[in-house]
């Protein structure tokens, strides 16, 4: 987990942190780490970025933080999983939108961020750093998953190897 001390991004979102439904995400696998750390990485960075740029860094904040906010959950069969990927956008867009007040760049920012493989267009350009934080960042977790467990795996076969060989 990154370790955020910037104190204006955790005023921006800290009614999102405190929201009970929100901490279920700490337990929700994505990426081979928990959504909620998932989120909060994508946030902080696109946070950092947005400033810099002199965007409305507020919304490209709130909007990345709860662009994976809904709460189905690890208990998901693989297809389900993969079918989710084509349709959680609308799902985070839903959740948020019923527990958050959202304005029109967040929501674009949460609908869009799966562009183009969810069919909703970035309007902003504060969707569009989003979109793109996400996909970078989330491409370097899911490297790092596999790398995990192929390394694992790997380790796996080479002791039972070693097991074979000394029978």
Do not use: Q, W
């Not at 909007?63 to 297809?79: I, Q």
């Amino acid at each position: 987990m990154i370790n955020i001390k910037d104190k204006k991004y955790k005023e921006i979102v800290k009614d999102i942190l405190r929201n009970n439904d929100f901490k279920k995400l700490y337990n929700i696998e994505h990426h081979g780490i928990s959504r909620y750390e998932h989120l909060n990485k994508i946030a902080y960075y696109s946070y950092k970025i947005a400033k810099k740029l002199n965007m409305d860094y507020r919304s490209v904040t709130r909007g990345a933080l709860l662009h994976d906010f809904y709460l189905d959950g690890n208990e998901r069969s693989s297809k389900d999983k993969f079918t989710d990927t084509f349709i959680h956008p609308k799902k985070a867009l839903d959740t948020s939108s019923k527990t958050f007040v959202l304005n029109e760049i967040e929501k674009n920012i949460i609908i869009s961020h799966m562009f183009p493989i969810y069919p909703a267009l970035p309007k902003y350009k504060e969707s569009v750093l989003v979109n793109i934080v996400d996909k970078v960042i989330g491409c370097k977790e899911m490297i790092m998953e596999y790398h995990y467990k192929f390394k694992y795996n790997f380790n796996y076969l080479f002791v039972l190897g070693l097991l074979i060989l000394n029978s």
